[in-house]
């Protein structure tokens, strides 16, 4: 248990971030030409050129031959492993998209890769959120080196605020961006301690532990994504974090940079982890400069004032949005306190830049022709506090629904929130709004790599073994197949559960039987537990079937009892078309009490049992429901 927390769902006062990393120089390339975009299947003499970090000299770098996880790579001399091992337990990401955490261990050394959150399912009512199990990592946190954030999306680093702490504040590190959003979420929990987090640039070589990392750039829909090549004393184990490929992407990002990635594949490379969201899906999957085109057709056609409710995490569609606000003439109003500390941070880091007449006050939005006004604003989800929500059932300070506005809606839904953002698209359509559902602008669409990506990838990173991770059960298979059409055979494919381990030595991988703890850990209003299995049944059941309460008065000597009991019910069945069936259970409670033997009433628990079992086999016989049974023994 921990200590508690302010509900992150609490909205607070704004503040500006409390330390400012020096923006990132960005220097531009020149956008790919469309004949040099790749065009269906994977051209590997793109990479003829020699490979960065090959010395001058060496043998151009040939593609990898269809079998070739068989081809012996160089051997790396390497100390005696003193019998020690390479562990890597993924106990978040492979049975569902979210709670991504990944531990590796070798000896006493320990790093951590990611530490997200999932969103709730459906039959976990009260549940605000999941975080990794970390229970594995107890008296051993003196062994952890550091923890490695791949990219700032919650369900990588969601489950910061509630681990670091109880992990001592182990060193962190990512690039700037990831670590802006990290810390500015961070400032939401103020009895806790800075977080101990370090800037990273792409170029650096990490020393922690036995291990040496490196980082590599991808493309994904948040800038400042990056892969981990972790350097093992048992070998190069390479993890992606959540990627694509982007050849041509939007201005500030630079496409994946696959020279390092071939150079790293070309030293030898153990086992990849790689993002399995989209694996399933055949092809490419598009450019960010391609869903910047759909999103100007939206835009270009609205008539009207433009409502986009979309995440705060999806930076780099925010900046879409608004450079095409600035091209179509609009000013932008944005609401929601996450949405503008995330855009501030992004300004301030160099990532979106607009004109400072670009961002106006949400209270200004009515000095503005429609046509000439957007909003930006959270919601899409159809959470109850978000602007979007209050926009539409007209509780918004500033903005009213008006004729002729557009909504763009930026999901697919959260399962769970479908029939909330179907009654909310109801009511903006009522109040006379276009409604538009743009699934381009999801975080799980657009930015994950399809089949064809995760082909390239294998070729370049020419692993031994492979991983998948990052999604469903199922979409790890679908991944898994993806691996194999490229030539790889079954039982150098690792599809574990969460927490199961697989270890390495001597260069051969075996996915054990062993299983680290991995069940949910809740996030539930201001605390965490993963003790609340209880409570999740018991809401369960309530939510079912509802809850009978049995008040029993007895006199503490005799047992005997003193009045009629009374029987509350919730959520059961309705009371006065039950009037027989109440009565009949009131003279059946009394009758229990009266019969029981008042000697062994030093302990009230006896007699509350047997009023349970009694009156939850009777009511099951007259209605086949099972609702909770409160019985409630009042001495006196
Ligand atoms: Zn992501």
Redesign the pocket.
Request: net charge neutral; with cysteine.
């Given at each position: 248990m921990m200590t508690t927390q302010k509900n992150p769902h609490t909205p607070h006062t704004p503040h500006p971030p409390s330390s400012t990393p020096a923006p990132r120089p960005f220097v531009a390339r020149p956008p790919l030409t469309s004949t040099q975009r790749p065009q269906g299947t994977y051209q590997p003499r793109v990479f003829r050129a020699p490979v960065t970090g090959t010395p001058v000299g060496a043998p151009p770098f040939k593609p990898a031959l269809p079998k070739h996880y068989l081809r012996p790579t160089t051997p790396i001399v390497r100390p005696a492993n003193e019998g020690k091992k390479l562990r890597i337990m993924v106990v978040g990401g492979l049975e569902e998209v979210g709670r991504n955490c990944t531990f590796i261990e070798y000896g006493d050394d320990i790093i951590i890769i990611d530490m997200g959150l999932q969103f709730p399912e459906e039959d976990m009512p009260g549940i605000d959120y999941i975080i990794p199990n970390i229970s594995y990592l107890k008296g051993k946190e003196k062994n952890i080196r550091g923890v490695i954030i791949t990219?700032a999306?919650y369900?990588?680093i969601g489950g910061i605020p509630h681990l670091i702490p109880v992990l001592g504040y182990p060193p962190m590190y990512g690039l700037p961006l990831t670590n802006a959003i990290i810390k500015k979420r961070q400032e939401d929990y103020k009895n806790l301690s800075p977080l101990n987090i370090h800037n990273l640039n792409l170029k650096d070589k990490l020393k922690l532990g036995v291990f040496e990392l490196e980082f590599f750039h991808l493309n994904?829909n948040?800038p400042d994504?990056m892969g981990v090549v972790v350097n093992t004393p048992e070998g190069v184990v390479v993890h992606t974090g959540?990627w694509k490929f982007d050849y041509q992407p939007v201005a500030g990002d630079q496409p994946a940079d696959l020279q390092k990635i071939a150079r790293i594949g070309s030293e030898g490379v153990l086992a990849l982890l790689t993002d399995s969201t989209n694996a399933s899906q055949s092809g490419h999957q598009i450019s960010e400069s391609e869903i910047g085109t759909n999103l100007d057709d939206i835009i270009g056609k609205a008539k009207g004032r433009l409502i986009i409710g979309t995440f705060a995490s999806l930076l780099s569609r925010i900046k879409q949005i608004v450079e095409i606000a600035e091209r179509t003439g609009r000013v932008i109003a944005v609401d929601g306190f996450s949405m503008k500390s995330n855009i501030e941070i992004a300004k301030e880091l160099g990532y979106i830049k607009f004109h400072p007449k670009t961002i106006i006050d949400i209270k200004n939005v009515d000095n503005f022709p429609p046509n000439k006004v957007m909003i930006i604003c959270t919601g899409a989800q159809g959470e109850k506090n978000a602007s979007l929500m209050r926009i539409a059932n007209g509780e918004h300070r500033s903005v009213r629904l008006m004729e002729g506005d557009t909504v763009v809606f930026s999901s697919s839904v959260i399962p769970g929130n479908e029939r909330t953002v179907q009654r909310l698209k109801d009511t903006l359509f009522r109040k006379g709004a276009e409604v538009i559902h743009y699934q381009m602008m999801d975080?799980h669409a657009g930015?994950h790599a399809k089949a064809d990506d995760v082909k390239l990838m294998i070729r370049l990173i020419n692993p031994k073994y492979f991983v998948p991770i990052e999604g469903n059960h199922f979409l790890l298979h679908y991944n898994a197949k993806v691996a194999e059409s490229t030539g790889f055979a079954k039982d150098h494919i690792f599809i574990g559960d969460n927490g199961q381990v697989m270890e390495f030595q001597n260069g051969v991988g075996v996915l054990t039987k062993e299983k680290i703890p991995a069940d949910y850990v809740f996030v539930d209003g201001l605390g965490v537990s993963d003790e609340t299995n209880v409570v999740m049944r018991d809401r369960q059941l309530l939510a079912e079937d509802g809850m009978v309460v049995i008040i029993a008065t007895v006199d503490s000597k005799t047992g005997k009892m003193i009045q009629n009991p009374d029987i509350i019910s919730r959520g059961f069945v309705f009371l006065k078309e039950h009037k027989e069936l109440i009565e009949d259970l009131r003279h059946r409670v009394k009758k229990v009490v009266i019969d029981s033997d008042p000697l062994s009433w030093a302990d009230t628990n006896n007699i509350r049992n047997k009023i349970r079992d009694y009156v939850g086999q009777f009511l099951y016989t007259k209605t086949e429901k099972r609702p909770m049974i409160l019985p409630v023994i009042i001495e006196v």
């Amino acid at each position: 248990m921990m200590t508690t927390q302010k509900n992150p769902h609490t909205p607070h006062t704004p503040h500006p971030p409390s330390s400012t990393p020096a923006p990132r120089p960005f220097v531009a390339r020149p956008p790919l030409t469309s004949t040099q975009r790749p065009q269906g299947t994977y051209q590997p003499r793109v990479f003829r050129a020699p490979v960065t970090g090959t010395p001058v000299g060496a043998p151009p770098f040939k593609p990898a031959l269809p079998k070739h996880y068989l081809r012996p790579t160089t051997p790396i001399v390497r100390p005696a492993n003193e019998g020690k091992k390479l562990r890597i337990m993924v106990v978040g990401g492979l049975e569902e998209v979210g709670r991504n955490c990944t531990f590796i261990e070798y000896g006493d050394d320990i790093i951590i890769i990611d530490m997200g959150l999932q969103f709730p399912e459906e039959d976990m009512p009260g549940i605000d959120y999941i975080i990794p199990n970390i229970s594995y990592l107890k008296g051993k946190e003196k062994n952890i080196r550091g923890v490695i954030i791949t990219h700032a999306h919650y369900d990588h680093i969601g489950g910061i605020p509630h681990l670091i702490p109880v992990l001592g504040y182990p060193p962190m590190y990512g690039l700037p961006l990831t670590n802006a959003i990290i810390k500015k979420r961070q400032e939401d929990y103020k009895n806790l301690s800075p977080l101990n987090i370090h800037n990273l640039n792409l170029k650096d070589k990490l020393k922690l532990g036995v291990f040496e990392l490196e980082f590599f750039h991808l493309n994904h829909n948040i800038p400042d994504s990056m892969g981990v090549v972790v350097n093992t004393p048992e070998g190069v184990v390479v993890h992606t974090g959540d990627w694509k490929f982007d050849y041509q992407p939007v201005a500030g990002d630079q496409p994946a940079d696959l020279q390092k990635i071939a150079r790293i594949g070309s030293e030898g490379v153990l086992a990849l982890l790689t993002d399995s969201t989209n694996a399933s899906q055949s092809g490419h999957q598009i450019s960010e400069s391609e869903i910047g085109t759909n999103l100007d057709d939206i835009i270009g056609k609205a008539k009207g004032r433009l409502i986009i409710g979309t995440f705060a995490s999806l930076l780099s569609r925010i900046k879409q949005i608004v450079e095409i606000a600035e091209r179509t003439g609009r000013v932008i109003a944005v609401d929601g306190f996450s949405m503008k500390s995330n855009i501030e941070i992004a300004k301030e880091l160099g990532y979106i830049k607009f004109h400072p007449k670009t961002i106006i006050d949400i209270k200004n939005v009515d000095n503005f022709p429609p046509n000439k006004v957007m909003i930006i604003c959270t919601g899409a989800q159809g959470e109850k506090n978000a602007s979007l929500m209050r926009i539409a059932n007209g509780e918004h300070r500033s903005v009213r629904l008006m004729e002729g506005d557009t909504v763009v809606f930026s999901s697919s839904v959260i399962p769970g929130n479908e029939r909330t953002v179907q009654r909310l698209k109801d009511t903006l359509f009522r109040k006379g709004a276009e409604v538009i559902h743009y699934q381009m602008m999801d975080v799980h669409a657009g930015g994950h790599a399809k089949a064809d990506d995760v082909k390239l990838m294998i070729r370049l990173i020419n692993p031994k073994y492979f991983v998948p991770i990052e999604g469903n059960h199922f979409l790890l298979h679908y991944n898994a197949k993806v691996a194999e059409s490229t030539g790889f055979a079954k039982d150098h494919i690792f599809i574990g559960d969460n927490g199961q381990v697989m270890e390495f030595q001597n260069g051969v991988g075996v996915l054990t039987k062993e299983k680290i703890p991995a069940d949910y850990v809740f996030v539930d209003g201001l605390g965490v537990s993963d003790e609340t299995n209880v409570v999740m049944r018991d809401r369960q059941l309530l939510a079912e079937d509802g809850m009978v309460v049995i008040i029993a008065t007895v006199d503490s000597k005799t047992g005997k009892m003193i009045q009629n009991p009374d029987i509350i019910s919730r959520g059961f069945v309705f009371l006065k078309e039950h009037k027989e069936l109440i009565e009949d259970l009131r003279h059946r409670v009394k009758k229990v009490v009266i019969d029981s033997d008042p000697l062994s009433w030093a302990d009230t628990n006896n007699i509350r049992n047997k009023i349970r079992d009694y009156v939850g086999q009777f009511l099951y016989t007259k209605t086949e429901k099972r609702p909770m049974i409160l019985p409630v023994i009042i001495e006196v």
